[in-house]
Every structure is written in C-alpha cells, then in structure tokens.
C-alpha cells in the first residue's frame, strides 16, 4: 500500500466534496477499496476522514451562518440510530462482493434521484 497517495485522494474527495457537497464516505470508501482495503477497513476509515471533514465544514459554513441547527439536530438523532442498526445488524453480514454491490446500487440509486428530482 503506498500511503503517499493518500493524500493525493483526499484531496480529490476534499476537492468534490466541497463543490458538489458529497459526503466523504461516498467518494472514499470506493477508493479504499481500489486500494485494497478490506471494506470493514474502508469503512471504518472513512469515517475518520468524514469527522475531520464535518469538523471543518462546520467551523466553514457554521462562521458564514449556513447552517439550519434545529434540521442538522432532527438529522444526527436518526443518523447515529441508522449508524448503530447498521454497524450492529447488516454491515458485519456482508461478504465483500454483496458489500460491493450493495454501495455501487447506493450510488447509482443516487446518482439517479440527483438527476431526476426538480
């Protein structure tokens, strides 16, 4: 594993993600992956990533007022439950090829909601 491309990554996620908004895990976990993480490894790592990205664009957007506090509180209290039901139920009972699968289908089902709402 060469660790000096890291960086190189995420910049590019740091790059599309403060463009389009995209969280990091979309777009890191598939190049983990591309470099031979292990999809729990990938995950799990991304999700640092995400921290350190959330910290940032908070103090960011947070400083310029760009931030609906009551929504972002609605959101986190089902975010950890969805996190939670996940890392506990579904997530350790997928091989890597479904795993694969499954995010490639999240992000086609994405792809395609982006595209299609008004």
Request: proline content about 3%; aromatic content about 14%.
């Amino acid at each position: 594993m060469n660790y000096f491309l890291l960086p190189v990554a995420g910049l590019l996620v740091g790059i599309l993600g403060g463009t389009a908004g995209v969280g990091g895990a979309i777009l890191l976990v598939p190049i983990l992956l591309w470099f031979g993480f292990s999809k729990d490894l990938a995950v799990g790592t991304s999700f640092v990533n995400v921290l350190v990205v959330a910290l940032t664009a908070l103090a960011l957007y947070g400083g310029k007022g760009q931030i609906d506090w009551k929504a972002s509180a609605f959101l986190a209290g089902g975010t950890v439950l969805g996190v939670w039901l996940a890392t506990t139920f579904i997530q350790p009972h997928l091989d890597e090829k479904t795993f694969r699968y499954f995010f490639a289908g999240v992000l086609i089902l994405m792809a395609i909601f982006v595209l299609l709402k008004k």
